[in-house]
Each structure stands twice: as structure tokens, then as C-alpha cells.
């Protein structure tokens, strides 16, 4: 591989500054190090970054970002708190807020009025984009402070265990709940221990709803602590009346009988062991998929439908037979012992150990860590109790990790790509969910994946065709100041605009690329012309047409109707075509 | 395209070779430089009605008394001869909703298939678990990753298959949706847009050119490929020169983004850009309040929904004789219309299949009744036919596609049990 010069510095500057430090064993030089932290620890490096985390020592850098309450954001918390003041809510108060339309419709057929007027229709499709607006702050939350948090590794740990437990913000009433989850069970524990995160999640109303939880009961075979369970749903009012904590809320028996539960559910038993700890192979059977659900049956969010706070366990609800999980047998009689139970024997089983890191590792190092290393942070992950700070510390002082093999080995997603840009670029955290919007264009929706396996770790994955080319047009807004907070020209200022073109070519390869641009690219951002492609004689007349490539714009409907995307074609000059040119490349997709 | 590049592309998917990357990323650059040779193949039109449209309303059992009993104020009409308000009958015993009238003369033709009473047998009313299964093609199996078109890419798509001759295209699924939708989710490579417009490098001057140029320059690496890929694409998608389309034969699509898109979707087809999968959806249809008969607001879903068909139809002209066109919408509405002159939640729904090979002309699916004790739960229409019987159908028939097992896991596909679509 090409080993590119550094932030324009000689080599022989690189060879004195490797030889001056203390961890010069590294594979890597120290501006190397650098680089490589801020892009794995860190959402990408801001102006200045590198050289503040040289002052501050590479391993003294790491040691803060792994102890993260000692580390001062008060700016950035009272960000939060000004532009998106609802991820503090409740889910009790949003839906006070913004209820659900249903609930709204459902309201107004009790009370009568079987006749809907024009004004009650357009209340309920105002109470409908309310209701799709109580996401917005919570993807928006999620993007500023990746932006503009201190606590990068933290902001790195919530995206990754967001990513490990992932929710669906389409699925039922899951969007009340998003703030709720993300503050109480993830946020909490994205550096503690891997059991009371998963305990977090377990009992979090989001998840329960998302994989079903919420709704999986004892088969009507089975003894339940309340009773049998058949008999109590049947019976009117049984089920209604203690699980309906707000009498005037209860569904009619229409919609009761469509949402009372039918029996056990299997979806979040599966995931807990196939996705959340186990891993695939991890060595159980469909048996005890079935037991774990079992476990778990009464672990529910009563009333969700209509806005209650958090997770209750429901006797009557719970399979009280004997259970076998993974070899161990949980006597019959008892009640949320059992679920409790069940967490702690799967987040203490060595392959529990093993699967989270291997996805660390992934996440750290590169898609095909090596084997020496994931064994090592599995062994911390054993001897630790599932306590994440030391197997993070495991792969992120390594040798692995510093490894030649590693650096720029990863491609960055969507996410990555559209937070690194801004911070490359010293932007202000947007205070609006757009940027969050150029995140899901770019094929990452927050909080948007369907599918409980969540994003992919891994680079191929992200690289098809049509993302490319979404990539490329993000960074060609985002130049153009099209993404709120972000300004090519501010970024440059009056110091880089008067420089000559060669200058500003360096400055932007330096402070953008992180010195990573083969003199190919320079070329190019040079001349605009294609120096191997004229070497072997390819056509590049097709390509050297201005313009050409923008004549499909005028493309849309006939009707004009709205452009999907970033808007119309920025016009890029000076500098801001540099720093377009610089997103959009090749090097600014790995980190 | 030049022989120029030509050869450097195969250069830079031999440097990929001693690199070791992914076998299937090296075919899909390896044959990148083939892209305008595709070959002419079928092509399947999938359309989505998400947000579950009523198919009682849709194909109206109107030879049901139950029918009009439980649907007092919001019941299409018994046909009758000259009333455009009344439903269009079909066969004695379905009618269309009068919106529906485009598509009457393609049933008349013998080549659309309205399906009734097929759907997904999960119980769920879940918008989001119902949508996520018919795209999953895995009921109550929340964990399958991948949708079943990319399966069905995936399965056939095997690398013995492009080996030979026929390269795969970018454009061979597309989905006209601004999200990869779940149905085309999964490892084989597919392409969302919102528009064809959209599909270009947005920028003025020669910046395109020069990012161009930086994707086709340097480090034969995962990110160049996909980057010069991308490139190729553009072009590709320019070659056939969309901007000058002029629908055929007068067709009318409506203004509608749905109408937009099946216009755009005819665009591809006739570029011979290589579509094989096409995807779009249309909401709209959750019509818990004032649904309104045979006018009001599902009237005016279904005409935007049935013009574009059809003028999606008369475009394609002859091209139609390639081309399935199927829809699909996560379950139906209940039986009996709710208080606020809507419906709820159901179970069973309506599937339309339109093609030259298609054995339409009549409505298909055992038709299972409107009584009490007939409904599901005592309130749906009830089941009769499982959606995979007829994906599966079409797939093997319509694309070729062998590997059934994989494409619906779990799902024993009886050819016994097809309901002889095509």
C-alpha cells in the first residue's frame, strides 16, 4: 500500500518525530497515531484536533475519552437541551404532546361523533405530523452531539450499542419511546458493564415493543402466577382492567381483541441470543429460544398504547412452569427471577465474550480483526465481568490496533461519513433534524433500520452504487453550505482564500484529507484533468465536457415536482470546490 | 465507450485480484466494462400499496348480501349499466370499483388478474410487522436480514451464471423510492433513487468531472471500484438519454409521484439499461376514517393508482409482452366499515398481476365469504391464499428463478398450490 505523506511534513521530519516518543514501537508515526485515534475513537478530526491530541499524548488522550464523566461538555448538554428540548421528555409527556392520531381518532368515536367534520379531519392530519415530529429531535440529538461532543468515544459507544440493540422508529408506538431509550438504557452504560446494559435493554419499553416482548404471554397450556391466563383474558374486563392503567383509555373490544396478546412470542428471545449476546453460533438450540421466551413472558410495557411510562412485570401474564435455558434449570413457581435469571446466564457465557469482541474489534480495528486480538478483548471481556471500558481499552492500545494493517483499513458509513464532514469542516451542530435527513439519503436513516440485525460493521456493505454516488453529493452541498452549521467559506476564511492555488490545495489536503491524497489527487484538484486516464489514452473526452453530467438535472417530472436530495447543482468555485472535491473523494471515504 | 477505458477498467479488476478482494465485488468491476450489452431479459414491476388498501372496496364482492349489511354507508353499488358511480362487474359476482375503470379493458383483455383473499398468515395488524413479512417473504420470522427480490438476484445472480455473458447491470433492480426498501435489501447489488434526475452528480462546472476522474485514479480499492461503478452508471443511465422521453401511444400518467415514478420505470425499460426488478410504492391507503364509496378519498387513491397502470401499460406498448406488473399491500381492511365511516385493521387483502403471460380474465383466489362464521376472528376477510404462493409463482414462471427454497425459506412452495397466474 502507498504510504502517504503526512500533513505535508518531509520524511524526514516523520522519522525524527517516530524515533522521539516513547510509543515508537507502534507501527504507526505519531501523526499517524493521531489521526488514526480521532478516526476510530472519534467521529473524525476537527481543525486543530490532531495537534491538540498530539500535545496531549496519544495514550493520555485515549485514557480521558475511556472516562468520559471527566471530561467537561456543558456547552454541548445545554445545546442539547435549548434545540432539542423533547429528548428529556418522557414517553408519557410527548404523547401528551403529540398523541399518536389513532389514539386521537379512537378518542373522538367515544365521544360520539360518529360524523367526522373537515375541521376534525385536518386536526387529526395535524395530530399526525405531530406525531411523525416527535422523532425528529431525537435523530437531530443524535447528530449534534456526535458533531459537537467532547466526549467523542462515548458518542461512538452510543452509536455502536444503538446500532447493537437496534429499534425501528416505524414499528407501533416505538417513536414515543426513542428518548426514553437512548437516555436510560443505553447512554448510561455505553462504557460499564455489558449486563446491566443488556438489563437496560431488556426492560426498555422500545425494545419490548420493537421485538414483541411487550405482547408474548404464557401459552394458555401453561400455569401463569395469576391464574390461568386464557380464562382471565376472556373474561370481560379481566385483562382490560388490570392491564389498561387509565380506565378512559380502554380500546374497544374490537381493537382489544386485534391487540391482546396471543400466546408466547419468540422474537426477542431469538434476537436476545442470535444478535444481542450469544452471536449466531454461540451455541444454542430452538429450545432455547423457546425457554428463554418463556422466561421472559409478563416482562411488558402495560398501557403503551396509550402513552405509560416504562416496563412492568405482569404475574398473571408469566409462565410459571419449570424452564431449561442453556443447561441451567430455573424451577417453576417463580416470577421476574426467571428473566432476570436468563440475562445473567447469557451475559456471563463465554460466547457472549466472544461475540462482543469480535464486533468491537470490527468496529476498532478493521472488518477482519485478527483472531490474536479478538481472543485477548474476550478474555478481558471474562476475566472483567462484561465490563466494556477494559475490552474497548484492550483493542484500543494495541499493537493491532496501531498496526499499519489497520490504518484508514475501514470504510466509513453514512453516518460517519456525513458527522465527519461537519466536524472536518468546524461546523456549528445543526440545531434542526436536516442534517439528520442527509444522514437516511446517504442510506443510514437513525433509528430507521427495520430489520433487528441493525447496519452492517463491515465496508462492502456500504458501497454500492447508488451510495457512492449520494456520498458525492452530500459532500457537494455540504461545500456549497447547504447543510445548516456548515461552511466551506467560513471554514477557509479570509487566510486560505488568499492563498494561491497550489497553497490552497495543501491546506485542503492537510486539514480535510489528513494529508492522505496521492499525487494523482492533487493533480486533479489542481488541473481538473485525469492524468492516467490520458496516459493510457482513454477517452476522456466524454468526461471533459462541462456540464454535461448536470444536463440531466433538468430531468424531473414535468410537473416540477419537488427535487428529492440536496437540492439543485451548486454552483462550486475557489476554495469551496476544493473542500466539495475533497469530501466527495475516495480518501475522505475511510477513516 | 472507448477501448481506452475498457482497458484500464479490466486493469484495475486484475490489480483487484492480487489485492484478494471479494470475489463478487471483482465480477461486479470485472464486468463493469460490459454494462451496455446486457441482454433483453423479463422484467417484473413490483408495486406496494403500503398502508394496507381495503380490498373489499378494490374488488367488490357485490353478489354478497353480507357485503352491503356490513358496509351501510361506504359500499360501492350493484353494477348497473350507464351508472359510473356503481361498481364495474366482472364476472357476475366481483366488480372493480368504478376508479378502477382504466384498468377494466385489461381484464377484458384477458390479462390482468385481479387475487382475492391472499395475503400473509400471520395474525398481525401491525402495519410495520405485516409490511416487514411480505418483504422479508418470511411471516413471523422477524430475523431473515434481506428482502426476498434480492434473494431471488442473489440466487440467480450466481457468479457461474455472469461468468459467462451476461453482465449484470446496476439498473438491474431499482427501486424508485428515495430508501432501499426491505424487499430489495441483501447482498446483491441494487439501486434506490427517487427519481432518475436524481441519478447524477449534482454540480455545475467540471467538478463532476474531476470527481471522476479522482474515483479513477489511484488505489484499485473497494471505494475506487464502487466509485467508478457508480460512474459507469451515470453514463450509462445518459446513454439512454431519459431526458428526451416522450411517453408512447398517448400514454396519460398522472402527476401524481406514483405516476411520475411507473412513468420513469417505463423510462428504464425502454432505455435497455439492463432493469430486470423494478420497485415502487404508493401510500395513502389506511383508511380508518371517512373512506368514502364510490367517491371520496379511496376513489381518488385508486384512480391515481389505476391510471398510472394503465398508462404505464400503453406506454410500454409491445415492451408489454417482457413485463409483469404485480401489487401487493400488507393485509386488508376488517369486514364491517367502524364508527367514523372508515375501516380498521383486517387480515386477508388483494393482490392485481398484469401481463401479456398472464392468465387473466377472471378474478383468482377461493373466494371465502362474508358471513360471520367465514370471517377471520369473526371480523377479516379470512386467508384463502398465501402471497408467497403467488411470488413464488411468478418468480419461477415470470423470471426463471429455480432456487425456491432459498428465496422463501420455510415456505414448502407446492407447485399444487399456485393459483395458475400465469
Not at chain 1, 439 to 465: C, D, F, K, M, S
Not at chain 2, 93 to 101: E, I, Q, R, T, V
Request: with cysteine; aromatic share 6%; glycine share 10%.
Amino acid at each position: 500500500m502507498r504510504r502517504p505523506s503526512l500533513l505535508g511534513l518531509t520524511l524526514a521530519t516523520s522519522v525524527v518525530s517516530l524515533t522521539a516518543l516513547p510509543i515508537a514501537q507502534r507501527e504507526l508515526g505519531s501523526d499517524e497515531q493521531a489521526i488514526h485515534i480521532l478516526n476510530r475513537l472519534a467521529f473524525g478530526p476537527r481543525p486543530g484536533d490532531v495537534e491538540r491530541v498530539k500535545a496531549v499524548g496519544v495514550d493520555r488522550w485515549i485514557e480521558r475519552q475511556l472516562d468520559p464523566r471527566g471530561i467537561r461538555n456543558d456547552a454541548q448538554e445545554r445545546l442539547i437541551a435549548d434545540a432539542f428540548p423533547s429528548v428529556h421528555l418522557t414517553a408519557s409527556q410527548l404523547f401528551a404532546e403529540a398523541p399518536p392520531p389513532n389514539l386521537v381518532r379512537r378518542q373522538a368515536r367515544r365521544q360520539g361523533d360518529t360524523v367526522l367534520t373537515r375541521t376534525d379531519s385536518m386536526m387529526l392530519r395535524t395530530a399526525a405530523r405531530e406525531a411523525r415530529a416527535v422523532v425528529g429531535d431525537v435523530i437531530g440529538a443524535r447528530v449534534a452531539r456526535s458533531v459537537a461532543s467532547e466526549r467523542q468515544l462515548e458518542e461512538v459507544m452510543v452509536d455502536f450499542w444503538l446500532n447493537h440493540f437496534t429499534v425501528f422508529a416505524g414499528k407501533s408506538v416505538v417513536r414515543y419511546y426513542l428518548a426514553d431509550y437512548e437516555r436510560e438504557a443505553i447512554r448510561p452504560s455505553v462504557l460499564g458493564r455489558f449486563c446491566d446494559l443488556l438489563g437496560g435493554v431488556a426492560k426498555s419499553p422500545a425494545m419490548l415493543l420493537y421485538l414483541d416482548n411487550a405482547q408474548s404471554v404464557a401459552d394458555s397450556t401453561r400455569p401463569t402466577l395469576g391464574g390461568r391466563f386464557g380464562r382471565a383474558a376472556r373474561g370481560r374486563g379481566g385483562l382490560r382492567g388490570r392491564i389498561a392503567r387509565r380506565p378512559q383509555a380502554a380500546p374497544r373490544l374490537d381493537s382489544l381483541r386485534a391487540h391482546v396478546p396471543r400466546g408466547l412470542n419468540e422474537n426477542y428471545a431469538r434476537e436476545l441470543l442470535e444478535l444481542h449476546t450469544l452471536g449466531v453460533d454461540g451455541g444454542y438450540t430452538q429450545q432455547d429460544v423457546i425457554e428463554v421466551a418463556r422466561a421472559l413472558t409478563g416482562w411488558t410495557v402495560p398501557g403503551a398504547r396509550q402513552g405509560a411510562d416504562g416496563f412492568r412485570f405482569v404475574p398473571m401474564l408469566h409462565d410459571a412452569g419449570d424452564k431449561t435455558v442453556l443447561g441451567r434449570r430455573l424451577a417453576g413457581g417463580r416470577g421476574i427471577e426467571d428473566g432476570e435469571d436468563v440475562l445473567d446466564i447469557v451475559c456471563e457465557h463465554p460466547s457472549t465474550a466472544r461475540h462482543i469482541a469480535r464486533k468491537l474489534a470490527v468496529r476498532f480495528v478493521s472488518d477482519t480483526p485478527p483472531a490474536q486480538l479478538v481472543d485477548r478483548a474476550a478474555a478481558t471481556f471474562t476475566r472483567t465481568h462484561g465490563d466494556i471500558r477494559e475490552v474497548v481499552r484492550t483493542i484500543v492500545t494495541s499493537d493491532e490496533f496501531f498496526s499499519r494493517a489497520a490504518y484508514r483499513a475501514k470504510v466509513k458509513s453514512p453516518f460517519e461519513v456525513v458527522v465527519s464532514a461537519l466536524r472536518a469542516l468546524g461546523a456549528s451542530a445543526d440545531t434542526t433534524p436536516r442534517t439528520a435527513g442527509a444522514v437516511a439519503l446517504l442510506g443510514q436513516p437513525i433509528y430507521g433500520h427495520q430489520a433487528p440485525n441493525g447496519w452492517p460493521e463491515t465496508g462492502e456493505a456500504w458501497l454500492n452504487t447508488g451510495a457512492i454516488l449520494n456520498r458525492i453529493n452530500f459532500a457537494l452541498a455540504a461545500a456549497a453550505g447547504r447543510i445548516p452549521g456548515a461552511s466551506a467559506r467560513a471554514w477557509a476564511g479570509d487566510s486560505i482564500a488568499r492563498l494561491s492555488r497550489a497553497m490552497q490545495i495543501d491546506v485542503v489536503v492537510q486539514r480535510l484529507l489528513s494529508g492522505h491524497a496521492s499525487s494523482a489527487t492533487r493533480e486533479i484538484l489542481a488541473s481538473g484533468r485525469n492524468p492516467q486516464l490520458e496516459r493510457i489514452g482513454g477517452d476522456s473526452s466524454e468526461t471533459q465536457q462541462p456540464g454535461t453530467d448536470t444536463d440531466m438535472i433538468g430531468l424531473g417530472p414535468p410537473n416540477g415536482a419537488r427535487r428529492a436530495g440536496f437540492g439543485p447543482p451548486p454552483k462550486l468555485t475557489g476554495v469551496a470546490e476544493l473542500v466539495g472535491l475533497a469530501l466527495g473523494s475516495p480518501e475522505f471515504q475511510r477513516r | 465507450m472507448g477501448a481506452g477505458r475498457r482497458a484500464f477498467v479490466k486493469s484495475g479488476a486484475l490489480a483487484l485480484v492480487t489485492m484478494g478482494l471479494s470475489p463478487s465485488f471483482l465480477r461486479r468491476a470485472a464486468f463493469a466494462m460490459d454494462l451496455p450489452k446486457t441482454k433483453r431479459g423479463n422484467v417484473l414491476i413490483c408495486l406496494f400499496q403500503r398502508g394496507a388498501a381495503d380490498a373489499l372496496n378494490m374488488i367488490v364482492p357485490h353478489g354478497e348480501q353480507a357485503y352491503y349489511a356490513m358496509r351501510p354507508t361506504i359500499a360501492i353499488p350493484r353494477p348497473q349499466r350507464g351508472n359510473d358511480q356503481t361498481s364495474i362487474d366482472l364476472d357476475g359476482f366481483f366488480g372493480l370499483h368504478p376508479s378502477l375503470a382504466p384498468l377494466e379493458p385489461l381484464y377484458r383483455d384477458g390479462i390482468l388478474a385481479p387475487i382475492h383473499a391472499v395475503g400473509s398468515p400471520s395474525a398481525t395488524r401491525s402495519h410495520f410487522d405485516a409490511q416487514d413479512y411480505m418483504e422479508s417473504g418470511t411471516p413471523d420470522l422477524k430475523s431473515t436480514p434481506d428482502g426476498w427480490l434480492n434473494r431471488y438476484l442473489a440466487t440467480k445472480g450466481t457468479c457461474e451464471a455472469c461468468a459467462s455473458s451476461a453482465a449484470e447491470s446496476p439498473f438491474r433492480a431499482v427501486a424508485m423510492t428515495s430508501q432501499m426498501p426491505r424487499i430489495l435489501e441483501g447482498p446483491a447489488p441494487t439501486v434506490a433513487m427517487a427519481s432518475l434526475g436524481e441519478f447524477t452528480v449534482r454540480a455545475d462546472g467540471d467538478a463532476a468531472t474531476r470527481l471522476e476522474a479522482l474515483y479513477r485514479t489511484g488505489e484499485a480499492d473497494l471505494v475506487h471500484g464502487a466509485g467508478r461503478e457508480m460512474f459507469e452508471a451515470v453514463k450509462l443511465l445518459k446513454t439512454a438519454n431519459p431526458q428526451r422521453y416522450q411517453p408512447e401511444s398517448g400514454a396519460d400518467y398522472p402527476r401524481s409521484q406514483f405516476g411520475q415514478r411507473l412513468r420513469e420505470i417505463a423510462q428504464l425499460i425502454k432505455s435497455d439499461v439492463g432493469l430486470e426488478i423494478a420497485f415502487a410504492d404508493v401510500g395513502g391507503w389506511d383508511t380508518h376514517v371517512n373512506q368514502g364509496g364510490a367517491t371520496g378519498q379511496l376513489a381518488v387513491r385508486l384512480r391515481d393508482f389505476a391510471q398510472a397502470i394503465a398508462a404505464l401499460v400503453t406506454d410500454l406498448g409491445p415492451r408489454m409482452s417482457d413485463v409483469l406488473i404485480m401489487s401487493m399491500t400488507e393485509f386488508g381492511r376488517m369486514a364491517s366499515q367502524n364508527g367514523n365511516g372508515g375501516t380498521d385493521h383486517g387480515h386477508a387483502g388483494a393482490m392485481f398481476v398484469l401481463g401479456s403471460s398472464v392468465k387473466g380474465g377472471k378474478v383468482l383466489g377461493k373466494w371465502p365469504g362474508l358471513q360471520r362464521e367465514q370471517l377471520f376472528e369473526g371480523r377479516d376477510l379470512a386467508l384463502t391464499s398465501d402471497f408467497r404462493s403467488v411470488f413464488a409463482e411468478v418468480v419461477s414462471k415470470h423470471l426463471g428463478g429455480e432456487k425456491l427454497d432459498k428465496i422463501f425459506p420455510g415456505f414448502a412452495a407446492h407447485r399444487l398450490d399456485w393459483l395458475g397466474v400465469l
